[in-house]
């Protein structure tokens, strides 16, 4: 953690990022999105806007035609996903991603597969046993015999093993309960706080725009508002566009 | 049919399918890793078998001993295979794909057995290869029981490899999610190729357990490929317990079957159960949910 440089204005920076899949139309043209340390920034647009493609172009699952990819000020732009886990990234993919046919034990300890230190491993665990009960609980159990909202706790868990810098989570609360959903926000909160950068992306926009201290709205692979996230559940013609409908909290005149 | 007989042929029945989930369960892997479908499989089994031969013939030492060759080597030569072959197919069209390319590799590989060695009959002569064991008053023959006991014990080391070991899970994890397996930080190219090689290992050492009390020739392959095929597709493609246990009992029934029908209609019941299977339960017996998935 101690570095002599000075600190990045940006954990995670992609900036004119172009991208698309094989031989097919871009998806991302020319978009720029910023997180700043210790802050959760929100994308939300239409379906196929590119949000899931923002983040797989940040864990380097997806390599960019042009523009750059910044983390913690390094270019990693050519980077695959296993030198980005190195950077201090992790990645929560969009749906389900548990390995169904392993244990949630296995599941666990495979979020830290590229950690060797066995003390630092069982800390973690214990942690993220706490954090999500339900983990603890099932730890035996075949991950692909849990609910689908225990299968996305198992992932969240399974994802933070490696005490992430930066975390990118596509589309988070999808399939969970009130009660889960807010626990899961409040572990977003609670890692903003604790220095962590959060790239996220939610349907349940307002909710997330609530939490999220930036908002980047998407459309088309590119970024069309980006702002304080209190600025944009404000403005009713984005709520029209975006949010479906007007912000409950303005009054209408 | 006597007692004793039908003891004997169930047991044999038994050793036989033992080689059987061996080679099957590399078939699978193939499968589950990259979703191919490695008609060559069967080729690899007998070219180990002719260096087993060889290897015999040239030194005079026991034909076990070119394990110590051709396990390291066929692994090394399937890695390669998928990485600069298989790995290059598209994705799209990859299962389709690889049936074609590796017939061909099937191909060459008869092709070459049969110009350096010539298309005769080969048998390995051993010291041990006419004695025989009396079990439950079944008379079995020694190099069978080698046989078998070498595939168990490949096929143990197998199961604890995957269950037990850090490479076992990282091959698992990319089987049945590639994408979440890479963001986790695992070479999913570098584990498939394992994998693969780790398949063609299986072939080495049922070649040679073949070997020991089979008759060879190059186009022997052809009668091995159609029963591996049924056995994973009935076990539930991708799933190395469900190909071993349907391995054993289409071994256990073939065998039986031998006595009535002969050698030619006994191999029938592997159609048999596969067209059965195909009707009453495609996704296989053994496969649950990963099966499913593919
Ligand atoms: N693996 C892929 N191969 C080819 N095209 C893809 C692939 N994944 C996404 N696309 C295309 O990229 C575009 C953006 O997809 P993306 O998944 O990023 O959208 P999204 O904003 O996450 O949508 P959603 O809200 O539905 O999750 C879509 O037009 C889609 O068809
Ligand atoms: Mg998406």
């Given at each position: 953690?101690?570095?002599?440089?000075?600190?990045?204005?940006?954990?995670?920076?992609?900036?004119?990022?172009?991208?698309?899949?094989?031989?097919?139309?871009?998806?991302?043209?020319?978009?720029?999105?910023?997180?700043?340390?210790?802050?959760?920034?929100?994308?939300?647009?239409?379906?196929?806007?590119?949000?899931?493609?923002?983040?797989?172009?940040?864990?380097?699952?997806?390599?960019?035609?042009?523009?750059?990819?910044?983390?913690?000020?390094?270019?990693?732009?050519?980077?695959?996903?296993?030198?980005?886990?190195?950077?201090?990234?992790?990645?929560?993919?969009?749906?389900?991603?548990?390995?169904?046919?392993?244990?949630?034990?296995?599941?666990?300890?495979?979020?830290?597969?590229?950690?060797?230190?066995?003390?630092?491993?069982?800390?973690?665990?214990?942690?993220?046993?706490?954090?999500?009960?339900?983990?603890?609980?099932?730890?035996?159990?075949?991950?692909?015999?849990?609910?689908?909202?225990?299968?996305?706790?198992?992932?969240?868990?399974?994802?933070?093993?490696?005490?992430?810098?930066?975390?990118?989570?596509?589309?988070?609360?999808?399939?969970?309960?009130?009660?889960?959903?807010?626990?899961?926000?409040?572990?977003?909160?609670?890692?903003?706080?604790?220095?962590?950068?959060?790239?996220?992306?939610?349907?349940?926009?307002?909710?997330?725009?609530?939490?999220?201290?930036?908002?980047?709205?998407?459309?088309?692979?590119?970024?069309?508002?980006?702002?304080?996230?209190?600025?944009?559940?404000?403005?009713?013609?984005?709520?029209?566009?975006?949010?479906?409908?007007?912000?409950?909290?303005?009054?209408?005149? | 049919?006597?007692?004793?007989?039908?003891?004997?042929?169930?047991?044999?029945?038994?050793?036989?399918?033992?080689?059987?989930?061996?080679?099957?369960?590399?078939?699978?892997?193939?499968?589950?890793?990259?979703?191919?479908?490695?008609?060559?499989?069967?080729?690899?089994?007998?070219?180990?078998?002719?260096?087993?031969w060889w290897f015999q013939r040239e030194t005079g030492?026991?034909?076990?001993?070119?394990?110590?060759?051709?396990?390291?080597?066929?692994?090394?030569?399937?890695?390669?295979?998928?990485?600069?072959?298989?790995?290059?197919?598209?994705?799209?069209?990859?299962?389709?794909?690889?049936?074609?390319?590796?017939?061909a590799i099937a191909l060459t590989i008869e092709g070459?057995?049969?110009?350096?060695?010539?298309?005769?009959?080969?048998?390995?002569?051993?010291?041990?290869?006419?004695?025989?064991?009396?079990?439950?008053?079944?008379?079995?023959?020694?190099?069978?029981?080698?046989?078998?006991?070498?595939?168990?014990?490949?096929?143990?080391?197998?199961?604890?490899?995957?269950?037990?070991?850090?490479?076992?899970?990282?091959?698992?994890?990319?089987?049945?999610?590639?994408?979440?397996?890479?963001?986790?930080?695992?070479?999913?190219?570098?584990?498939?190729?394992?994998?693969?090689?780790?398949?063609?290992?299986?072939?080495?050492?049922?070649?040679?357990?073949?070997?020991?009390?089979?008759?060879?020739?190059?186009?022997?392959?052809?009668?091995?490929?159609?029963?591996?095929?049924?056995?994973?597709?009935?076990?539930?493609?991708?799933?190395?317990?469900?190909?071993?246990?349907?391995?054993?009992?289409?071994?256990?029934?073939?065998?039986?079957?031998?006595?009535?029908?002969?050698?030619?209609?006994?191999?029938?019941?592997?159609?048999?159960?596969?067209?059965?299977?195909?009707?009453?339960?495609?996704?296989?017996?053994?496969?649950?949910?990963?099966?499913?998935?593919?």
């Amino acid at each position: 953690m101690a570095s002599d440089a000075p600190a990045p204005e940006y954990l995670l920076e992609l900036k004119d990022v172009e991208a698309g899949y094989g031989r097919a139309a871009l998806v991302l043209r020319g978009l720029t999105v910023q997180v700043p340390p210790s802050s959760i920034v929100c994308l939300v647009g239409p379906n196929g806007a590119g949000k899931s493609t923002v983040l797989k172009v940040a864990s380097g699952m997806l390599t960019p035609r042009s523009g750059s990819i910044r983390v913690n000020g390094v270019d990693v732009t050519r980077n695959g996903p296993q030198d980005m886990i190195r950077s201090g990234l992790s990645h929560v993919l969009q749906g389900h991603s548990v390995f169904k046919e392993m244990t949630v034990a296995e599941n666990v300890g495979l979020g830290a597969y590229t950690v060797r230190d066995k003390a630092l491993i069982a800390e973690r665990t214990d942690f993220v046993k706490t954090l999500f009960p339900v983990v603890a609980d099932r730890w035996t159990a075949l991950a692909g015999a849990l609910s689908g909202g225990q299968q996305k706790q198992v992932e969240f868990a399974r994802s933070l093993m490696v005490s992430p810098q930066v975390v990118l989570l596509d589309e988070p609360s999808m399939g969970l309960d009130p009660k889960t959903t807010s626990k899961v926000f409040e572990q977003v909160v609670r890692m903003r706080d604790a220095g962590i950068a959060v790239l996220l992306v939610e349907q349940n926009a307002r909710r997330a725009l609530e939490t999220a201290d930036i908002g980047c709205v998407l459309d088309l692979g590119k970024v069309h508002i980006t702002g304080p996230a209190s600025e944009l559940l404000a403005d009713p013609q984005l709520a029209e566009l975006y949010l479906g409908g007007r912000p409950a909290a303005v009054p209408t005149t | 049919m006597s007692g004793s007989l039908l003891l004997q042929s169930v047991i044999l029945g038994l050793l036989l399918g033992g080689l059987y989930a061996l080679l099957a369960a590399g078939l699978t892997l193939y499968f589950g890793v990259m979703r191919v479908v490695m008609i060559a499989h069967s080729a690899f089994l007998i070219l180990a078998a002719y260096l087993a031969w060889w290897f015999q013939r040239e030194t005079g030492l026991d034909p076990l001993l070119s394990l110590v060759v051709t396990v390291p080597l066929f692994f090394v030569v399937g890695f390669v295979m998928q990485r600069l072959l298989l790995a290059r197919l598209r994705p799209a069209t990859l299962t389709m794909m690889s049936v074609l390319l590796t017939f061909a590799i099937a191909l060459t590989i008869e092709g070459l057995l049969g110009y350096v060695f010539s298309g005769t009959q080969r048998r390995i002569q051993l010291d041990y290869s006419g004695s025989s064991l009396e079990v439950f008053g079944a008379n079995i023959a020694v190099v069978k029981l080698i046989a078998f006991g070498l595939a168990a014990v490949a096929l143990l080391g197998l199961w604890a490899l995957m269950k037990l070991t850090r490479f076992g899970q990282a091959l698992r994890a990319t089987i049945q999610h590639p994408e979440a397996a890479r963001l986790l930080g695992i070479n999913t190219d570098r584990i498939a190729g394992f994998g693969f090689g780790l398949g063609l290992a299986t072939a080495a050492i049922g070649g040679t357990a073949l070997s020991l009390d089979s008759t060879i020739y190059p186009s022997l392959h052809w009668h091995w490929i159609g029963p591996l095929m049924a056995i994973i597709v009935i076990g539930g493609l991708g799933s190395i317990p469900g190909a071993a246990i349907a391995a054993m009992l289409l071994g256990v029934s073939q065998s039986l079957l031998q006595v009535p029908l002969g050698t030619t209609w006994a191999q029938t019941v592997f159609y048999i159960a596969l067209f059965a299977t195909l009707m009453v339960r495609p996704q296989g017996f053994f496969g649950g949910r990963l099966a499913q998935r593919f």
